[in-house]
T-cell receptor, first 118, second 113 residues
C-alpha cells in the first residue's frame, strides 16, 4: 500500500486566498484524521471522520476552516480566506478502527502539507 | 484534563547513551499511551505503545515505563544511535475520547556520534 497520500506537499499562498489540502487515506481504513502541527501548539487534532461522516470537529479553529469527505478514498481541508497564522504543517492520518483495541491497530500519518501564508 | 505534558523540549545524548523522555497526564480515563517518532519532513510514526495494565513494555532498544499512580509514563532509548535523532511525541487516549489522540509537545532528540 502507498500509505496516506497528501497533496500538495508544499503550498505558498497570499493572505486572503483559498487553500485546499487533499488526502487519500489507506484503502480499507474507515477513520480519517486531520492534524495541524506548529512549533507553538504542537500536534492538534482538527477534525476526524468515520465512514465519511464527521464525528468531532471541535478542533477546527474557526469558520474559515472546513473539511469534507465525499467518499472513502478522498478528503479535503479548506481554508478560506487564509491568514498568516494558518501557516503550519497539516497532516492527514487514517486508521482501520480506533487504536483502542488490543490488536496493534494504529493511526498512519501522511507526510504532511507544508502551508505558508504570506 | 485533556493535556499531556512532555519534557524535556530538547535532548542531546552521546552515542551509546540512554535517552529518557517523560510525559504526564491528568485524565484518569486515558487507557492508551503511544509514542510516535517523527523525522524531518515526515509524518509521525508509531514507535511503541502501552496500556495501563502493565508497568513496562520493551521493544528492542525502546522501553516504555508506566506509573499509573503518578499518572506518568516515559520512553527510554537504550544504546542511543545517531539514527534515533528525531522528534518524539507521547500521546494518550481513552474510550471516552471518541478516537482522539492527545499529543504532548514533542522532544527533539539529537544523538551525537
Amino acid at each position: 500500500d502507498a500509505g496516506v497520500i497528501q497533496s500538495p506537499r508544499h503550498e505558498v499562498t497570499e493572505m486572503g486566498q483559498e487553500v485546499t489540502l487533499r488526502c487519500k487515506p489507506i484503502s480499507g481504513h474507515d477513520y480519517l484524521f486531520w492534524y495541524r502541527q506548529t512549533m507553538m501548539r504542537g500536534l492538534e487534532l482538527l477534525i476526524y471522520f468515520n465512514n465519511n461522516v464527521p464525528i468531532d470537529d471541535s478542533g477546527m479553529p474557526e469558520d474559515r476552516f472546513s473539511a469534507k469527505m465525499p467518499n472513502a478514498s478522498f478528503s479535503t481541508l479548506k481554508i478560506q480566506p487564509s491568514e498568516p497564522r494558518d501557516s503550519a504543517v497539516y497532516f492527514c492520518a487514517s486508521s482501520f478502527k480506533p487504536f483502542l483495541d488490543r490488536g496493534g491497530n494504529t493511526i498512519y500519518f501522511g507526510e504532511g502539507s507544508w502551508l505558508t501564508v504570506v | 484534563q485533556q493535556q499531556v505534558k512532555q519534557s524535556p523540549q530538547s535532548l542531546i545524548v552521546q552515542k551509546g547513551g540512554i535517552s529518557i523522555i517523560n510525559c504526564a497526564y491528568e485524565n484518569t480515563a486515558f487507557d492508551y499511551f503511544p509514542w510516535y517518532q517523527q523525522f524531518p519532513g515526515k509524518g509521525p510514526a508509531l514507535l511503541i505503545a502501552i496500556r495501563p495494565d502493565v508497568s513496562e513494555k520493551k521493544e528492542g532498544r525502546f522501553t516504555i515505563s508506566f506509573n499509573k499512580s503518578a499518572k506518568q509514563f516515559s520512553l527510554h532509548i537504550m544504546d542511543s544511535q545517531p539514527g534515533d535523532s528525531a522528534t518524539y511525541f507521547c500521546a494518550a487516549s481513552g474510550r471516552n475520547q471518541g478516537g482522539k489522540l492527545i499529543f504532548g509537545q514533542g522532544t527533539e532528540l539529537s544523538v551525537k556520534p
